[in-house]
C-alpha cells in the first residue's frame, strides 16, 4: 500500500447555506498510486468538483470538511494551517481549473503569472533558473517560448488551456488535477490537449485526477475511475473493467447514453428526472427514484448506501448489486 | 430524387475588416466562400467543423439574420409548388418566409429574456404574426408545452427562466421555435451547453418532433458523434468551404478529405480497449492548398452520392 500517492478516506463536505446544509461530498474513499491517472465521472452537481476543492482545501467559506482523512505521501492535509496548506498547494497538489483559460489576469504577461507561482515556492531560485524552468515547461506543452512575453489576450483558447498545464506543473507537483480542462474547447484541440495531458503526465510519472462529465474522455484518459451520483461514489474500479461490465444501474444509464463515432449505430437511452436534493437527505439508494429497473427493496430505499466489492479493485453501490 | 425544400448556391458572406491605425488597412474575411447544398423534404443535414469555420454564419445568412453577400438561397414555396429565391421575396412573403424558418440557439441561459414568463416568451411569435385568436393562442402555448415535455404546462407558464433547469430552458426555446409550425429549423448546437444526462432526452425530443412534425433541421454542431446521431446527411466545413458532404453512415465509414479524416479521428471513443489513431493533417498546407484554388466552388460525386471538394488534396491523401 506504500506506493499510493493520495489516500482519501471517508471524506465528508458540506456547504453551509441558509436553507440548511447542502451535504456536497459523503463518505468519498479512494486512492491513487504514483503515475496512475483516476477519472472522476457524473453530471453537473455530483460533486465532482466539491471532491476536488476539499483535496487542495480550497472550498468556499461556507464549506466544511466535517470527518475523513486526505493524506498525501504520508501528510494528513486535513486540519492543516492556512500556511501549511500554501506549501501543499501547487508544491503537492496542483490543479488546472475548469475554464482556466479564461482565469488568466488579463494585464500581466503569461511567463510572469507562472514565475509568481515559482517564486513562492522556490524563493531561492534565481530568475535565470526560473526562466529556463517556464522555457522547459513550455516546450514540454508544445509551446513557443515567446508566449511568456505575450499578454493572455494574444493566445488562442488552446494555446491558453496548454499555458494553464505549463502553470499547474510549475512547481513540481505530485498529482495534478484537471477538472474538465477540455469543455469549452473546439473537438479538434481537445483532443490535442487530451493528447498533451497524457504524455506529459507519462513524462514526470505524475498521478492525475481527471474529472469530466464526458465518458469517452474518460475511457480515453484513465487507468481507474469513480463514478459519482448525488455526493457519493455509486462504483469505483478499473476504467477498462466497468465499461465492460458496468455493475451500477447509473453506469449503465451514463454508458448507454454517449454517442459515438465508431461501431454501428445505436439507439441511446436518455436519463429521465433530477438529481435528489441534496439536503434533507433521505436513507436508502439516491438514484432510485431515477433508476430505470428499481427493485421493491430500492424504491423503499431501505438498503443502505454502501460500496461493496464485486471483483478485486471493482466496487459498487450493494443496492444496485443486490438487484443484479 | 424526392423534392428539396431548401437549395443553397454559391452561399458567400464576407465581412470588410479594417485595422491600423485609424482602421486604414482594409481587409475582407471571406467567413462562408460559395458553399452549395440542398435539403430534401424532411431530412436533417448536419454542418459540422471547428470553430470559426463559418458554420454560424452560414446559419444566420440562411434565414436572413444577415444579409449574405453573394449566392443563391431559394425555398419551396408551397403555393407555386416551387423553388423560390429569397432575393425575390416581397414584404408579405418574407413575413411568411420567416414563420417558416426558425431557428435554436446555443445557450439556452442567455436566448431567453429572463424578465418575461415563459408564457410570454412562447407568445410572443404567435403575437408577432398575429396568427389566431387571443384564446387559440394560449390555447397553442399549453399544446406546445406539453408537446416538448413541460408538463403539467399550468406550472410553466406563469414561471420566468431563472427558475428553470438548463434542459427546461432548452424545451421552453424549442416549444417557442415549433409553435410557429415552421418547415425549416436551424439549431446551432442546442445541446453542447447541456449536461450529458439531458442531452440525449433534449435529442430523442428534437428527433420526434422532426418526424411527427415534418420538420427539416440543419443541425450545427463540432461533435461528429452528436451529428451522426442527429442527421440523415453531414456537410464538413473547413475555412468557410464545405469539403465534404455524404450520408452520414457513409461519410464516417469512407471518409476521403483529409479534414474530415481527422475531425473524425478526433472523437473521443467510449471505449477503453478502443485504440484511437489520430489522422495527422497538416493545417498549413491544407490551408495552401485551398486557398489557391480560388475556382473550386465544384464538388466531385465519388458515387452515393458522396461529395468531395475538387481541389487537388492528392498530396495529401
Same mark, same amino acid.
Given at each position: 500500500?506504500?506506493?499510493?500517492?493520495?489516500?482519501?478516506?471517508?471524506?465528508?463536505?458540506?456547504?453551509?447555506?441558509?436553507?440548511?446544509?447542502?451535504?456536497?461530498?459523503?463518505?468519498?474513499?479512494?486512492?491513487?498510486?504514483?503515475?496512475?491517472?483516476?477519472?472522476?465521472?457524473?453530471e453537473s452537481?455530483?460533486?465532482?468538483?466539491?471532491?476536488?476543492?476539499?483535496?487542495?482545501?480550497?472550498?468556499?467559506?461556507?464549506?466544511?470538511?466535517?470527518?475523513?482523512?486526505?493524506?498525501?505521501?504520508?501528510?494528513?492535509?486535513?486540519?492543516?494551517?492556512?500556511?501549511?496548506?500554501?506549501?501543499?498547494?501547487?508544491?503537492?497538489?496542483?490543479?488546472?481549473?475548469?475554464?482556466?483559460?479564461?482565469?488568466?489576469?488579463?494585464?500581466?504577461?503569461?511567463?510572469?503569472?507562472?514565475?509568481?507561482?515559482?517564486?513562492?515556492?522556490?524563493?531561492?531560485?534565481?530568475?535565470?533558473?526560473?526562466?529556463?524552468?517556464?522555457?522547459?515547461?513550455?516546450?514540454?506543452?508544445?509551446?513557443?517560448?515567446?508566449?511568456?512575453?505575450?499578454?493572455?489576450?494574444?493566445?488562442?483558447?488552446?494555446?491558453?488551456?496548454?499555458?494553464?498545464?505549463?502553470?499547474?506543473?510549475?512547481?513540481?507537483?505530485?498529482?495534478?488535477?484537471?477538472?474538465?480542462?477540455?469543455?469549452?474547447?473546439?473537438?479538434?484541440?481537445?483532443?490535442?490537449?487530451?493528447?498533451?495531458?497524457?504524455?506529459?503526465?507519462?513524462?514526470?510519472?505524475?498521478?492525475?485526477?481527471?474529472?469530466?462529465h464526458?465518458?469517452?474522455?474518460?475511457?480515453?484518459?484513465?487507468?481507474?475511475?469513480?463514478?459519482?451520483?448525488?455526493?457519493?461514489?455509486?462504483?469505483?474500479?478499473?476504467?477498462?473493467?466497468?465499461?465492460?461490465?458496468?455493475?451500477?444501474?447509473?453506469?449503465?444509464l451514463l454508458?448507454e447514453s454517449t454517442p459515438s463515432?465508431?461501431?454501428?449505430k445505436k439507439k441511446l437511452r436518455s436519463l429521465e428526472g433530477e438529481p435528489?436534493?441534496?439536503?434533507?437527505?433521505?436513507?436508502?439508494?439516491?438514484?432510485?427514484?431515477r433508476?430505470p429497473?428499481?427493485?421493491?427493496?430500492?424504491?423503499?430505499?431501505?438498503?443502505?448506501?454502501?460500496?461493496?466489492?464485486?471483483?478485486?479493485?471493482?466496487?459498487?453501490?450493494?443496492?444496485?448489486?443486490?438487484?443484479? | 430524387?424526392?423534392?428539396?425544400?431548401?437549395?443553397?448556391?454559391?452561399?458567400?458572406?464576407?465581412?470588410?475588416?479594417?485595422?491600423?491605425?485609424?482602421?486604414?488597412?482594409?481587409?475582407?474575411?471571406?467567413?462562408?466562400?460559395?458553399?452549395?447544398?440542398?435539403i430534401?423534404?424532411g431530412e436533417s443535414l448536419g454542418l459540422?467543423?471547428?470553430?470559426?469555420?463559418?458554420?454560424?454564419?452560414?446559419a444566420?445568412?440562411?434565414?436572413?439574420?444577415?444579409?449574405?453577400?453573394?449566392?443563391?438561397?431559394?425555398?419551396?414555396?408551397?403555393?407555386?409548388?416551387?423553388?423560390?429565391?429569397?432575393?425575390?421575396?416581397?414584404?408579405?412573403?418574407?413575413?411568411?418566409?420567416?414563420?417558416n424558418i426558425q431557428m435554436i440557439f446555443q445557450d439556452p441561459y442567455e436566448s431567453l429574456?429572463?424578465?418575461?414568463?415563459i408564457k410570454?416568451i412562447i407568445l @410572443?411569435p $404567435?403575437?408577432?404574426?398575429? &396568427?389566431?385568436?387571443?384564446?387559440? !393562442?394560449?390555447?397553442a402555448v399549453v399544446e406546445i408545452l406539453k408537446t416538448v415535455g413541460l408538463t403539467p404546462p399550468e406550472n410553466y407558464l406563469?414561471r420566468?427562466p431563472?427558475e428553470l433547469s438548463g434542459g427546461q430552458r432548452q424545451r421552453v426555446s424549442i416549444a417557442r421555435t415549433l409553435i410557429m409550425k415552421p418547415k425549416f429549423v436551424i439549431c446551432d448546437e442546442p445541446t453542447s451547453m447541456l449536461d450529458v444526462s439531458i442531452r440525449i432526452s433534449i435529442m430523442d425530443l428534437m428527433l420526434n418532433l422532426a418526424r411527427d412534425l415534418e420538420v427539416s433541421y440543419l443541425y450545427i454542431t463540432?461533435d461528429?458523434a452528436v451529428a451522426r446521431y442527429m442527421c440523415n446527411?453531414?456537410?464538413?466545413?473547413?475555412?468557410?468551404?464545405?469539403?465534404?458532404?455524404?450520408?452520414t @453512415?457513409? $461519410?464516417?465509414?469512407?471518409? &476521403?478529405?483529409?479534414?474530415?479524416? !481527422?475531425?473524425?479521428?478526433?472523437?473521443?471513443?467510449?471505449?477503453?480497449?478502443?485504440?484511437?489513431?489520430?489522422?495527422?493533417?497538416?493545417?498549413?498546407?491544407?490551408?495552401?492548398?485551398?486557398?489557391?484554388?480560388?475556382?473550386?466552388?465544384?464538388?466531385?460525386?465519388?458515387?452515393?452520392?458522396?461529395?468531395?471538394?475538387?481541389?487537388?488534396?492528392?498530396?495529401?491523401?
Amino acid at each position: 500500500m506504500s506506493d499510493n500517492v493520495l489516500i482519501v478516506k471517508d471524506l465528508n463536505m458540506h456547504y453551509e447555506t441558509l436553507s440548511g446544509d447542502v451535504s456536497a461530498v459523503k463518505d468519498i474513499s479512494f486512492s491513487i498510486k504514483k503515475g496512475e491517472s483516476f477519472g472522476l465521472v457524473g453530471e453537473s452537481g455530483c460533486g465532482k468538483t466539491s471532491v476536488a476543492m476539499s483535496l487542495l482545501q480550497l472550498q468556499a467559506d461556507n464549506a466544511k470538511i466535517s470527518s475523513g482523512s486526505i493524506v498525501l505521501d504520508g501528510q494528513e492535509l486535513v486540519g492543516l494551517s492556512e500556511s501549511e496548506l500554501r506549501k501543499v498547494r501547487w508544491n503537492g497538489i496542483s490543479i488546472v481549473f475548469q475554464g482556466a483559460m479564461n482565469a488568466w489576469n488579463p494585464v500581466i504577461k503569461v511567463g510572469e503569472q507562472i514565475r509568481e507561482a515559482i517564486r513562492e515556492h522556490y524563493p531561492s531560485n534565481s530568475k535565470s533558473e526560473n526562466t529556463k524552468k517556464i522555457e522547459s515547461l513550455f516546450k514540454m506543452v508544445d509551446l513557443d517560448e515567446s508566449i511568456m512575453e505575450r499578454y493572455p489576450h494574444e493566445l488562442s483558447g488552446g494555446m491558453k488551456q496548454r499555458a494553464v498545464i505549463a502553470l499547474a506543473l510549475s512547481c513540481d507537483p505530485k498529482v495534478v488535477i484537471a477538472d474538465e480542462p477540455t469543455t469549452a474547447l473546439d473537438v479538434v484541440v481537445q483532443d490535442q490537449i487530451l493528447k498533451e495531458i497524457k504524455k506529459v503526465q507519462e513524462l514526470l510519472g505524475l498521478s492525475l485526477i481527471y474529472i469530466s462529465h464526458d465518458i469517452a474522455v474518460i475511457a480515453e484518459m484513465t487507468d481507474n475511475m469513480a463514478v459519482m451520483y448525488a455526493g457519493r461514489i455509486v462504483e469505483l474500479g478499473p476504467t477498462s473493467k466497468i465499461f465492460k461490465s458496468p455493475k451500477h444501474a447509473y453506469t449503465r444509464l451514463l454508458l448507454e447514453s454517449t454517442p459515438s463515432v465508431v461501431g454501428d449505430k445505436k439507439k441511446l437511452r436518455s436519463l429521465e428526472g433530477e438529481p435528489p436534493s441534496l439536503i434533507d437527505e433521505q436513507e436508502g439508494c439516491s438514484f432510485s427514484p431515477r433508476c430505470p429497473e428499481p427493485t421493491k427493496e430500492c424504491a423503499d430505499r431501505s438498503v443502505e448506501m454502501q460500496l461493496i466489492e464485486i471483483d478485486p479493485g471493482h466496487y459498487a453501490d450493494q443496492c444496485c448489486v443486490k438487484c443484479g | 430524387m424526392s423534392k428539396n425544400l431548401i437549395e443553397v448556391k454559391n452561399l458567400e458572406k464576407y465581412f470588410e475588416v479594417s485595422s491600423g491605425l485609424f482602421g486604414r488597412n482594409k481587409g475582407v474575411v471571406k467567413a462562408v466562400d460559395g458553399i452549395s447544398f440542398n435539403i430534401p423534404f424532411g431530412e436533417s443535414l448536419g454542418l459540422v467543423g471547428q470553430s470559426g469555420c463559418g458554420k454560424t454564419t452560414t446559419a444566420r445568412s440562411l434565414c436572413l439574420l444577415d444579409p449574405k453577400t453573394n449566392g443563391d438561397v431559394s425555398f419551396y414555396n408551397q403555393e407555386s409548388d416551387s423553388m423560390q429565391s429569397i432575393d425575390d421575396l416581397d414584404e408579405n412573403e418574407l413575413k411568411k418566409f420567416r414563420r417558416n424558418i426558425q431557428m435554436i440557439f446555443q445557450d439556452p441561459y442567455e436566448s431567453l429574456n429572463p424578465r418575461w414568463t415563459i408564457k410570454d416568451i412562447i407568445l @410572443e411569435p $404567435l403575437n408577432i404574426h398575429n &396568427i389566431g385568436e387571443l384564446n387559440d !393562442r394560449e390555447e397553442a402555448v399549453v399544446e406546445i408545452l406539453k408537446t416538448v415535455g413541460l408538463t403539467p404546462p399550468e406550472n410553466y407558464l406563469p414561471r420566468y427562466p431563472h427558475e428553470l433547469s438548463g434542459g427546461q430552458r432548452q424545451r421552453v426555446s424549442i416549444a417557442r421555435t415549433l409553435i410557429m409550425k415552421p418547415k425549416f429549423v436551424i439549431c446551432d448546437e442546442p445541446t453542447s451547453m447541456l449536461d450529458v444526462s439531458i442531452r440525449i432526452s433534449i435529442m430523442d425530443l428534437m428527433l420526434n418532433l422532426a418526424r411527427d412534425l415534418e420538420v427539416s433541421y440543419l443541425y450545427i454542431t463540432h461533435d461528429l458523434a452528436v451529428a451522426r446521431y442527429m442527421c440523415n446527411r453531414i456537410a464538413v466545413m473547413f475555412n468557410g468551404k464545405i469539403v465534404e458532404i455524404a450520408e452520414t @453512415e457513409e $461519410l464516417l465509414k469512407n471518409p &476521403i478529405h483529409p479534414y474530415t479524416k !481527422r475531425l473524425i479521428s478526433s472523437i473521443p471513443v467510449p471505449d477503453p480497449s478502443y485504440d484511437r489513431v489520430v489522422y495527422d493533417l497538416d493545417y498549413d498546407e491544407l490551408d495552401s492548398i485551398i486557398a489557391k484554388d480560388t475556382e473550386n466552388i465544384g464538388m466531385v460525386d465519388i458515387g452515393n452520392e458522396h461529395f468531395v471538394a475538387t481541389h487537388d488534396v492528392k498530396g495529401l491523401l
